[in-house]
C-alpha cells in the first residue's frame, strides 16, 4: 500500500510529539519503513537520566531538521486536525505522553488521563482551576501562561490553546494592562492598569467558551509598590464573585521577592486568606528572577539570590498551607527573563526536586503519595532549554511564564508581512501593477495584526509541545455557542 505525503508526516509528528515506544505493534513496521523516505527512520525519542535523581526526556536527534518545509507545517496541527480512522489505521489512535509521574525519577511513559468533571471550556476559577492543575502534575506536562498587552494576542493564544486542544492561561502585567487600556488614558492610581485588566478579563470570559478550551485567567508580577493594583482588581473579583458565585480572575500574582522573606510571607498570608473566600489563587515568588521585563530590572541581583533554598520554599509551605493550598511557588532555579546566548543562563532544576523531599521529609506520613508537595511556577521560560523545562516538570512544574518569545514572534509576523509586500505598502495608490492601483488590502491593519498572530500561534505550537501539554483536552470539550450566559457578561 502506497502512503501518501500527508499520512507520512501525520506519523512523523505523532512519533516527534509522543514516545515511540508506545507504538510497538505490527502497524510500527510499516510505519518506520514509510518514515525511512524521510530520513527519521532510526530516530527514537529516548528517556536519559542526567543524574540519579533524575532527569527530562531527550531527542537524540531532530527528525525535522531532515524534514522538507512543506511537512513541517503538519507538525503544528496534524493531530488535532486529523481523522481519528487516519490514526488508527497506522496504529496511532493510542498515545502516551512522555512524563515524570511521581518523584524526581526518570521520565516515562505515562497515558493521559481525562480531565476531571469540574474543568470546563471557558475561565476556570475555584476547585475547577485546583483540578486542572493537580492533573497537570499527575500527567506531567506544564500550562503555558502567556503575557497579553491586546485582544489580537489574546485571540492568538485562544487560537493556539483550542488548536492543540489544550488548557492556556492567560496574564496581564501591570504595564500590560495599562496599554490594553490605552496609554492615553490617566493611570494615576493605577487606574487604567486596573481598568485595562478588567477590560482583558471580560474580553477572554466572552470568547474563552466560545474556543472549546480551559482557560486560567491570571495577573504577573506585582511587587510591593503595585499593590494597588491588585487590590482594585481584588475588588473587581470580589464583586463579580457576589453577581457570579466565582471571581473575575483566577488567580494573581504577588511578587515580594526583593523583600524580607518575613514580610513576603505575611503580605501573602493576608492575601491568601482574601483570595481564598471567593475561590482565587494565589502565586507567589521566592528569590529573584533575573533579566529585565516591563521595567523590572534584576539584571545586576546577586548570583546567590537567583537559587531558591529548600528550607526558604519549606517556609512558604509552612506559612501558606494552613490558610489554603490555592497557591503555587515561584522559586529560583536560575530563572532569567528575556533571552541571552547560550552558556549565559545557568538553569538547576534539580533545586526544585531538593525543596519537594526536603518538604515531603518534613511532612513524614502526611506526605503526598508523588512526593511533590508543592506546585511550581517557572518564571522566564522565553528561551530556555527544552531538557531543563521537561526536567523542571518532572519536579512539579504545572506553569511557565512566556513573553520575550511571543512578543518577538508577533514583531516578526509583522516584519515579514511587510517584507513579502514591500512594494504595495509605500503608498496608498500605486504598486508594481499600475501606478493607479490602490493598496488599501495591503495596509488594512487587519492584515498585518492577523500576520503577527499566526506567526504567534506557530511559536506558540512549539511551547505547547516542550511542555508536554498537548491534546490534554482529549476532544472532549466543545465550543459553547453565543449566550447570554456566557461568561457573567451584563448581555
Known amino acids: 500500500m502506497m502512503l501518501s ?10 512519533l516527534v510529539s509522543y514516545d515511540v515506544d508506545a507504538f510497538v505493534s505490527p502497524q510500527q513496521s510499516r510505519t518506520s519503513t514509510a518514515l525511512a523516505g524521510y530520513g527519521i527512520g532510526s530516530w527514537k525519542n529516548k528517556s536519559s537520566s542526567p543524574s540519579s535523581s533524575g532527569g527530562a526526556a531527550v531527542a537524540t536527534r531532530n527528525p525535522w531538521d531532515d524534514v522538507n518545509e512543506t511537512n513541517k507545517v503538519a507538525k503544528t496541527d496534524a493531530f488535532t486536525k486529523a481523522p481519528a480512522a487516519v490514526k488508527k489505521s497506522y496504529g496511532l ?22 480531565l476531571p468533571a469540574s474543568v470546563h471550556a471557558g475561565v476556570v476559577t475555584g476547585q475547577a482551576q485546583v483540578d486542572l492543575l493537580n492533573h497537570a502534575k499527575e500527567n506531567g506536562y ?35 494592562s495599562q496599554f490594553y487600556a490605552g496609554k492615553g488614558l490617566d493611570n494615576t492610581d493605577f487606574a487604567a492598569a486596573i481598568d485595562g485588566a478588567i477590560s482583558g478579563a471580560f474580553h477572554v470570559r466572552t470568547l474563552a467558551k466560545r474556543y472549546g478550551v ?4 491570571h495577573t504577573d508580577h506585582c511587587a510591593k509598590k503595585l499593590l494597588p493594583w491588585i487590590d482594585g482588581l ?16 483566577s488567580s494573581h500574582m504577588i511578587d515580594l521577592s526583593e523583600e524580607p522573606i518575613e514580610e513576603n510571607l505575611e503580605i501573602c498570608q493576608d492575601y491568601l486568606a482574601r483570595f481564598s473566600k471567593v475561590g482565587m489563587l494565589l502565586e507567589m515568588e521566592l528569590g529573584i528572577t533575573g533579566g529585565e521585563e516591563d521595567g523590572v530590572n534584576n539584571e545586576d541581583v546577586a548570583l546567590e539570590d537567583l537559587y531558591s533554598k529548600p528550607e526558604e ?51 513524614g506520613n502526611s506526605a503526598p503519595a508523588d512526593g511533590k508537595p508543592v506546585n511550581f511556577v517557572f518564571h522566564g521560560g522565553s528561551g530556555s532549554d527544552v531538557t531543563d523545562i521537561q526536567e523542571a516538570i518532572g519536579y512539579g512544574v504545572i506553569k511557565m511564564n512566556i513573553d520575550t518569545d511571543t512578543q518577538w514572534s508577533y514583531w516578526n509576523g509583522i516584519n515579514q508581512y511587510s517584507k513579502k509586500n514591500y512594494d504595495y505598502l509605500q503608498g496608498q495608490i500605486g504598486n508594481p501593477e499600475g501606478p493607479e492601483k490602490p493598496n488599501k488590502k495591503y495596509y488594512d491593519p487587519r492584515e498585518c495584526m492577523r500576520a503577527a498572530e499566526a506567526e504567534t500561534v506557530d511559536r506558540l505550537d512549539q511551547c505547547f509541545s516542550d511542555l508536554l501539554c498537548t491534546n490534554v483536552c482529549g476532544g472532549s470539550l466543545s465550543p ?3 449566550g447570554k450566559s456566557i461568561g457573567g457578561l451584563p448581555v
Open 5 to 14: 505525503s500527508k499520512s507520512l508526516a501525520l506519523a512523523a509528528v505523532l
Open 93 to 114: 489512535g493510542s498515545w502516551s505522553k512522555t512524563a515524570s509521574p511521581g518523584g524526581s525519577g526518570p521520565a516515562s511513559s505515562t497515558k493521559m488521563t481525562p
Open 142 to 176: 506544564a500550562i503555558p501562561a502567556v503575557n497579553c498587552v491586546s485582544s489580537s494576542g489574546i485571540n492568538a493564544c485562544l487560537e493556539a490553546a483550542a488548536r492543540n486542544d489544550s488548557p492556556v492561561i492567560i496574564q496581564f502585567s501591570s504595564g500590560g
Open 214 to 217: 480551559p482557560v486560567i485567567l
Open 234 to 249: 481584588l475588588e473587581a473579583s470580589e464583586n463579580y464573585y457576589q453577581m457570579n458565585g466565582e471571581p473575575l480572575f
Open 313 to 363: 520554599i519549606n517556609q512558604v509551605y509552612e506559612a501558606l498551607s494552613p490558610i489554603s493550598h490555592m497557591y503555587t511557588v515561584a522559586a529560583a532555579f536560575g530563572n532569567v527573563h528575556g533571552v541571552y546566548s547560550p552558556g549565559n543562563v545557568k538553569l538547576e532544576p534539580k533545586i526544585l526536586s531538593r525543596a519537594q523531599a526536603y518538604i515531603s521529609e518534613k511532612l
Open 480 to 482: 459553547s455557542p453565543r
